[in-house]
């Protein structure tokens, strides 16, 4: 089933918001039919509270369309990171980290966890994929790598709601 088709076939965002998390999870997870079904029975009858919003990120990092990671993270496990998301989704990326900035004697490991995901937000943006992260008002960050046109279908479904999902 392509649930992404048949919703915005049937009026998309006009619908219920309980379709919002399936919508969500069919362009975060490229439409694997597991996680929009999951999503969309774990949302079916509470569609604007956090229940929901936590449903799809935890559903999306059980399909591993989704990874959690501190807000204090190494470099390395960041790269490691999005490295498994590119492999999850197959996004042809081979993601660099220009650090051509970082004063003599720093290095990538003095870089905090934020700047660290901007760096290699820019990065993938400028190659078509969008590293973004669910807000779940948290010192953690649920990270997701998409498509940019995916990611764009995203924030447009997420606007006027509680939810966001922006990106580095």
Same mark, same amino acid.
């Given at each position: ?35 929009? *079904?999951?999503?969309?029975? /774990? @949302? ?6 956090? !229940?929901?919003?936590?449903? #799809? +990120? ?53 870089? *905090?966890?934020?700047?660290? /995901? @901007? ?6 943006? !400028?190659?078509?994929?969008? #590293? +973004? ?36």
């Amino acid at each position: 089933m392509n649930f992404l088709k048949n919703f915005f076939a049937e009026g998309g965002a006009d619908k219920p918001l309980d379709n919002l998390f399936a919508a969500l999870a069919a362009l975060i997870s490229q439409n694997d039919g597991r996680a929009v *079904e999951e999503v969309a029975t /774990l @949302t079916n009858g509470h569609p604007q509270n956090m !229940e929901s919003w936590f449903a #799809l +990120a935890n559903v999306l990092k059980k399909y591993g369309y989704a990874r959690e990671i501190e807000w204090k993270e190494e470099i390395a496990d960041i790269l490691s990171v999005v490295e498994e998301l590119k492999k999850k989704i197959g996004a042809p990326l081979d993601i660099k980290l220009d650090i051509g900035f970082l004063d003599e004697g720093e290095d990538a490991d003095d870089l *905090e966890t934020e700047r660290a /995901l @901007t760096l290699i937000g820019v990065w993938v943006v !400028e190659h078509g994929y969008t #590293l +973004a992260h669910l807000d779940i008002d948290s010192d953690s960050y649920v990270l997701c790598l998409l498509p940019n046109n995916n990611y764009l279908q995203c924030e447009n479904l997420l606007e006027g709601t509680y939810f966001s999902m922006p990106p580095f």
